[in-house]
């Protein structure tokens, strides 16, 4: 069941759930934090609408700063700006920002310790018919390595919101993954989220889970779909959200292991270094227990659907499912 | 801006000597490090630090003060020791360049030394943090006045091969960043030979004027005209600009100037010896 605490979204399992993208989410709370305080600036490298900057450099003009195709000006600039208090959210999609620019990134926003909100919108497989070049599946990798910088990777629109707006206030160098496609509001304005608390959104009505499934991104929703399925053909789940990926909340992902002993990880990005391998890290250290991957296997996407790509690179619901399988097998034999 | 009269020039150029002893000293105790072009920004380094710029060594982060970008990092030797003569450490500090659990890393980090305005080193991102600095100065509405800040940004000629560098340079022409006035430092060389055999920069001066910004040539080493440059910089209200300071790499010691070979080392103790002695006998009375 969903976790009731969580005041998750009673529609979810609905076929008229409604659908947005987590970067529109982000636009409107980029808005919201502009309204908050005035320090709040946006700089964009000419893809100002699909990022959906659009709202806050219509409202803030002068405090919006177009730099053109030029990826790696837009974080050098931005740094410059958090030097003199401002709090700079500089958006492209992540392909180019952290995929063109990250040594700068590196020294310029996380050595030199600037505030810069870095926003990489069009992650994943879903950008779809777009192909392979705007596949952006490294980026989790790439940003979760570098010391003092955050990363984020919101379940759907209301948390890319929500997360944003924490964002304006943390004073850190963050990392903020978005995606192109809209996807199933899971989350409502009352669930509550705060920066490295992984919550679980599913669980056993009664009883303990013998599987753990960890996801990130707009795969929470297929996770969940995942889990219910999974329910009436008697195989008890947890399903646990990892919007933070740094900070990361070891002790939960800790104790979902402790419980169930065995552990899936979802990720619409590489295998290699992405959360899959970082919640391998942190079980290999303290508590191993049998893992299976969902995620890239070592591979480029191509052009197509979202839905057929997740399933052709074995991200869809099935896979989910199999994985969940295979690995209860491993713990018993 | 206060006019520099003979007697300043001539405190100025004591005052560069000193600094430049105070590199070979380093250098030689460090075992590594640049020597061109720190030695060849002595003199741009001390005429802001001990004229042009508004700081406070005893306030470090007093918030009106200009900002001094450095852009390329590697020349830090000069902006450590100009600024240890300026009072902001000791300078017995210097002789911890580079060493283990020393505030003066090889390249500065501004988490051990709070002093300096970014942590620098690869190359073409300095003029773009401070164009972030001058537009963030723009949005509050400082207007360029007497009072005002300037957003000062040093850099080298060979990062001028960088993309970074010339997407900054793009950007400052488009938004008229008046509060900001970059210095080149024409010194000609880089790690793999002369500028112009490794990737031809010229006709650079014209380079710059398509990009909008306001251009100066002038010589690195001369006090008076590098003053009247930047006063004349402060004074253009409708463009960024550009200082074009052509200097000697390795000036004030014979055996290193015009060398390239001197970019990335550092002398040995004999060397050192001979350089101190020169940088002596030279010294203004």
Redesign the interface.
Known sequence: MLNPKLKLNPKIFNSDVEQASTRKGFGEGLLKAGEENKNV?ALCADLTESVHMHLFAEKFP??F?E??V?E??LV???????????I?FCGSYSIFSPGRNW??IR??IA???RAVKIIGSHSGLTVGPDGGSHQMLEDIALMRTIPNMEVFSPCDAIEAKKVTLILAKNNKPSYLRLVREKSPIVTTEETPYEIGGAEIFWMPDVGLAKVGIIVTGELVYNALLCAKELETEGIKTKVMNLITIKPIDKEAIIRLAKECKAIVTVEDHQIAGGMGSLVAEVLAENYPVPIEFIGVKDKFGQSGGAGELLEYYGLGVKDIKEAVKKVLKRKTS | MIILNNEKIRELEKKANDIRQSIIEMLVEAKSGHTAGALGMADVFTLFYFHILKHNPKDPSWEDRDRLVLSNGHICPVLYATMAHSGYFPLEELKTLRKFGTRLQGHPHREYLPYVETSSGPLGSGLSQAIGMAMADKIDSLTVSEKSRYIYCFMSDGELDEGNTWEAIMLAGKNRLNNLIAILDRNNIQIDGNTERVMPLEPLADKWRAFNWHVIEVGGHDFKALNQAVKEAQEIFEKPTIIIAHTIPGKGVKEFERDYKWHGISPNKEEAEMALKELRDRRPI
């Open positions: 600036v002068k405090r700063i730099v053109g030029a790696q000006n050098t600039v931005s740094s410059g700006m958090a030097a003199m208090n401002k700079p040594e700068q020294t310029t050595y030199n310790n």
